[in-house]
């Protein structure tokens, strides 16, 4: 595992901490790696609906059609 020091703004270490406490884990090195494979995992996921949509094709369907078919499913 590699080493390294890093500097945070007072507001942020006080949220680093309480994420530590609230998260269970056993320090902030833990905490941060966590939140670097969530960020990962939401950024795969958004690059993969991405690519998703491009591959999706065009729809023909107007705005208008598409708002009012999302109104129906949703009973308005």
Not at 21 to 39: K, N, S, T, V
């Amino acid at each position: 595992m590699e080493h390294f020091n890093i500097e945070v703004p007072e507001g942020l270490r006080a949220e680093l901490d309480q994420g530590v406490r609230d998260g269970g884990f056993p320090g902030p090195a833990e905490f941060i790696a966590a939140l670097i494979r969530d960020h990962r995992q939401r950024r795969d996921a958004l690059i993969a609906a991405l690519i998703e949509g491009e591959e999706s094709g065009f729809d023909e369907r107007s705005i208008e059609d598409i708002i009012a078919e999302g109104r129906k499913r949703a009973g308005l």
